[in-house]
């Protein structure tokens, strides 16, 4: 009988009663910035969730673009998400170790671009499971290759051109999820950039503003949109969702999926490829 995701999250006790479920596949998503010191696999490699892969948003991503972790054609994503494992029909459980800003949020949108529904986000990651003394393992998992299909949707993704158009008409709203500082142009960026501030009428909404801090999880439906009416976003215009390299962004977009919206669209490139070009037009605060 074939598993039903109950929707673009999962809990903790939901994943532990359908962990023997064949048709069930995790994605360990930890991605850490160089900066760290760290990486996601030797993460992985310490301990995970029973059964889980590790899925590496900078191997499986377009090699020709400098950009950090930039969407890859579908075919090469088809091919890398087969070798992983998960096929057709699959229900995809994907988590991090930071409530899904690094990466689990975006691998979730990564699916959904590519025309998978099937996917949800473990609330709480990691953090979570461990803290409930939920199973983790440390044994290495060689999964059966699988054939996997995807074709684009570009409805979800925005390109600096297409960005540089909005900013002139002001079309879809620009909600972008970095912290106070970056946004305002008071802090440096995570990735080299030749400038720092937001895209002129972005609106800032720290992606931390949407996770209960005690237990790494998304906030209810209410506090979501409580949080996004103080920010000054209207839910019934388009919206496009930025950060530093298109993975906290993704936690906004999800939580606005939770509630309704769900056809948010996510600027790939963000401030790793705005501020680093010279036409593009940035604000800052005075």
């Given at each position: 009988?074939s598993?039903?995701?109950?929707g673009?999250?999962?809990?903790?006790?939901w994943?532990?009663?359908?962990l023997?479920?064949?048709?069930?596949?995790?994605?360990?998503?930890?991605?850490?910035?160089?900066?760290?010191?760290?990486?996601?696999?030797?993460?992985y490699r310490g301990r995970h969730?029973?059964?889980?892969?590790?899925?590496?948003?900078?191997?499986?991503?377009d090699?020709?673009?400098?950009?950090p972790?930039?969407?890859?054609?579908?075919?090469?994503?088809?091919?890398?998400?087969?070798?992983?494992?998960?096929?057709?029909?699959?229900?995809?459980?994907?988590?991090?170790?930071?409530?899904g800003g690094?990466?689990a949020?975006?691998?979730w949108?990564?699916f959904?671009?590519?025309g998978?529904?099937?996917?949800?986000?473990?609330?709480?990651?990691?953090?979570?499971?461990?803290?409930?003394?939920?199973?983790?393992?440390?044994?290495?998992?060689?999964?059966?290759?699988k054939?996997?299909?995807a074709?684009?949707?570009p409805?979800?993704?925005?390109?600096?051109?297409?960005m540089l158009?909005n900013?002139?008409?002001?079309?879809?709203?620009?909600?972008?999820?970095?912290?106070?500082?970056?946004?305002?142009?008071?802090?440096?960026?995570?990735?080299p950039?030749?400038?720092k501030g937001?895209?002129?009428?972005?609106?800032?909404?720290?992606?931390?503003d949407?996770?209960v801090e005690e237990?790494?999880?998304?906030?209810?439906p209410?506090?979501?949109?409580?949080?996004?009416?103080a920010?000054?976003v209207?839910?019934?215009k388009?919206?496009?969702?930025?950060?530093?390299?298109?993975t906290?962004?993704c936690?906004?977009?999800?939580?606005l999926?939770?509630?309704?919206k769900?056809?948010?669209a996510?600027?790939?490139?963000?401030?790793?490829?705005?501020?680093?070009?010279?036409?593009?037009?940035?604000?800052?605060?005075a």
């Open positions: 009988m598993t039903v995701l109950p673009p999250l999962v809990s903790t006790q994943l532990a009663d359908h023997s479920a064949p048709d069930v596949k995790i994605l360990d998503c930890t991605w850490l910035h160089e900066s760290s010191n760290m990486d996601g696999r030797t993460q969730l029973p059964g889980s892969v590790h899925f590496d948003i900078d191997a499986v991503a090699k020709t673009n400098p950009l972790h930039m969407l890859p054609p579908a075919a090469e994503f088809a091919k890398k998400v087969g070798l992983l494992g998960i096929g057709d029909g699959d229900k995809v459980i994907v988590y991090d170790r930071m409530c690094a990466a949020a975006r691998v949108w990564m959904r671009t590519f998978y529904q099937d996917v949800a986000m473990l609330d709480g990651g990691y953090g979570k499971w461990v803290k409930e003394k939920l199973p983790s393992d440390m044994s290495p998992v060689r999964p059966e290759p054939t996997f299909t074709s684009l949707n409805a979800l993704v925005r390109s600096l051109d297409q158009a900013v002139g008409s002001g079309t879809e709203q620009v909600i972008d999820a970095r912290g106070p500082a970056k946004f305002a142009g008071s802090q440096d960026d995570v990735f950039v030749k400038k937001h895209i002129p009428g972005a609106i800032n909404l720290p992606w931390g949407l996770i237990s790494g999880e998304l906030v209810q209410d506090a979501i949109k409580a949080r996004l009416a920010a000054g209207d839910l019934a388009p919206i496009v969702v930025s950060c530093a390299s298109g906290i962004a936690v906004v977009m999800l939580a999926y939770l509630i309704g769900t056809d948010v996510l600027y790939d490139g963000s401030w790793a490829e705005w501020g680093l070009k010279d036409e593009t037009p940035i604000a800052a605060a």
